[in-house]
């Protein structure tokens, strides 16, 4: 059995988008949450090794801002209806992990999908620049997803994946992603399509992730973005 496609996170996956995600959020609490900026700025937006341990630590973006950045319920639900418009405004750059091209192109006779809570324009125009859109054959971001819908609820990936297909007829898909939600989300697919689906989950682990601490444990970790050839090749 060979796989029919392979789904992608976007940022911390196939991009570096850590100092872009930052400015956004600090642009965002400066809105709804004044009292958490300047000297009162949370700890996990003060450096990158900082946010890295609060992206990862936190269950999911809500657990994210609440938990570690410190905003209230109805702060985070008003933050979050904000993220799709600011990641549009911010121009910081954001640029693909070393490699990640190279294994897109290697394994170009497979169709690509995104599933991401990053907007879908930002990732259409980085694929551009890069020169691999043509090799992704649909994009689900935040902006297509309800808030109650977003990952690891299935329902970005089984849109992506009856995009690329088709069908939802026993699909055999990978989901490469950097965060517990991911793999998580790629469990949720596999039981929300059924029997005769399988969906591989994959570990980002390059982008400084500790799939050794989640509970939910993915079926390989790449340690690399070279891994990732390695990985993929054991079912193509």
């Given amino acids: 059995m060979k796989l029919d496609a392979i789904l992608w996170d976007y940022d911390g996956t196939l991009v570096n988008s850590v100092p872009k995600n930052i400015d956004i959020t600090k642009n965002i609490l400066s809105i709804v949450a004044p009292h958490l900026t300047g000297d009162s700025l949370p700890k996990y937006l003060r450096d990158e090794e900082a946010y890295h341990e609060a992206n990862h630590g936190a269950k999911n973006w809500q657990e994210l801002y609440v938990d570690y950045y410190g905003l209230t319920h109805d702060e985070m639900i008003l933050a979050g209806s904000m993220w799709a418009e600011h990641q ?41 620049n890069n020169g691999i859109d043509a090799q992704f ?43 517990e939600a991911d793999t998580k989300f790629a469990r949720n697919i596999q039981e929300a399509i059924g029997d005769g689906a399988r969906v591989i989950s994959v570990a980002a682990a390059y982008s400084r992730s500790e799939p050794k601490l989640w509970d939910t444990k993915p079926d390989h970790v790449a340690y690399s973005v070279e891994d990732l050839q390695g990985i993929i090749s054991q079912y193509t």
């Fill in 137 to 179: 054959k649909a994009i689900v971001g935040y902006d297509d997803v309800s808030n109650g819908k977003q990952k690891p609820h299935q329902f970005g990936g089984i849109k992506c994946i009856e995009s690329i297909l088709g069908h939802l007829d026993n699909p055999f898909v990978m989901y490469i992603g950097d965060h």
């Fill in 88 to 128: 549009e405004k911010n121009e910081t750059e954001v640029t693909l992990f070393k490699g990640i091209k190279n294994i897109v192109e290697a394994f170009s006779a497979l169709p690509h999908g995104i599933c991401s809570q990053n907007s879908q324009n930002n990732i259409r125009r980085m694929l551009i």
